[in-house]
């Protein structure tokens, strides 16, 4: 066994800076999973890759990154918090380097899947490890610098994404992680105490099984069921024979877990923690509903708009900063009332900040009619990621600290892969039929040889999300003609099907808020009992 501290002594003496180190990484991770997605015509140019290739390329990093969160929290109570971190750094610094020195599609998606692996690795052990160091009345402040990155870091991604390909190349995306990542972990190794749940815990390989298949399968099919119509993926595979079988292999691993009497890798236990299992079912609304903002908002700028990535990721910033300021501040009112009150206004007033941006987006809106929707969007989000984390985790066995984050974490990035599925389809479907009526009112404006052709090309692009490109062997001037009337259908046509997809995300996010009515009352946390915050001192880590 590894020699234990005394029940006097703190698990470490600067939690704050451990934190911010540990932040580092997580914020790395998440920024990762956003910046690849500016500099898709760019790699299609710049190692010929297919668009196809280089979707894998920004998906495979999410698929690997989802399926793993359950294992990698377990991990993490077996071998240490910090020492899976440190694995976690190193291994994503390692592959941003490999992504930065890829010459073909096949090696930046192998280096990319090795980075969906550190990020797996490193992220559960952040909310491990302030259950480990922080005491509960802290413990809402702590999650309040989290939430400020889980709100800043997928906004921060295109704009320096942006900054990059404008002024370097492609493959600084990665690079700029490298020497990011080995000061993180000389920081973690020479700052950060070796943390671990107290006592010795075995892995569960055939649930590791189990759960990574049966992840692997949903997470695939809803990640890829657009790509293929939600038809066929090959011979008699199906998307759906790929989600369903997805479920089975997950539902007999629940099952063997509860049936398992020894160190499940999934402790049922966890659900026998009332705020906890509510917490998860929240969590996985709150995502479903949240993760359709950005990317329908991304998209009318762009593609409705004609805002560049930059300009968009510019618009958007200011959100973002409110967010991050705001979670500082909901995290101490966490710590005061409860995260409970302070995440059901939160996610009531982001519905209501979605409703303005409703009222307020138009075809030829600016960027300053966005404001005050995305003001108000940005306070409420602020309002959200602390208060979600700290309710969740309120009542856990630090001991289960890593077991308890992985789940919490696997079941809001599942929530936020249903939620871009099923968005995207609703998005599109609605976009195909706003863009046909709009088409049909507009076709008048052109030449009559070009009208039925017109519609048809309008009601395709609900696929591309773009407008159409004229026909080739147009004159210039019917050649503008065509493109001012293409811009102005898909514009009016994106708009009303973006008010449909706002408003079905603002219904989440208030079934989500009243579901926080489940979470039990809020109980002030005095300082807590020593012997629940050990750590180990083996020289093992």
Known sequence: MPEVKSAEQPATQRPWQVLAIMCIGFFMSLLDGSIVNVAVPTLIHSIDASYDQVLWVIDGYLLVFSVLLITTGRLG????YRRLYVIGIITFTVASALC????????????????????????????????????????????GLFGAIVGFAPIVGPVLGGFLLAHLSWRWIFFINVPIGIITAVLALTFAPPMRSGRRHRLDLVGVALATAGLSGIVFGLIEGERY????????????????AGVALLAVFVLRQYRQRDEPLMPPALFGVRNFAVGNWVGFVFQLGMIGIMFVLVLYLQMARGYSALETGLVVLPNAALTAVGSAYAGRLSDTFGGKYILMAGMTLLAVGLLVLVAMAGPTSSAWSLLPGLTIIGIAGGATFAPLQQATMDGVDPRLAGAASGVSSTTRQIGGVLGTAVLGALLSARLSSTLRTEAEKSAGRLPENLRAQFIDNSTAAARTYGPPAPPAGLNPATAGLYERVTADTFATGFVTAMQTTLVACAVALVAAALFCLLFSPHKKPTTEPAQRRQTETSPQD
């Open 77 to 80: 109570d077996i071998f240490g």
């Open 100 to 143: 930065g020195l890829a010459g073909s599609p096949p090696e930046l998606l192998t280096a990319r899947l090795l980075q969906g692996l550190g990020g797996a690795l490193l992220f559960p052990q952040v909310i491990s490890s302030i259950l480990t160091i922080f005491p509960p009345h802290l413990r809402g402040r702590a999650f």
């Open 229 to 244: 119509d939600w038809g066929t993926v090959a011979g008699p595979i199906s998307i759906t024979s790929v989600i369903v």
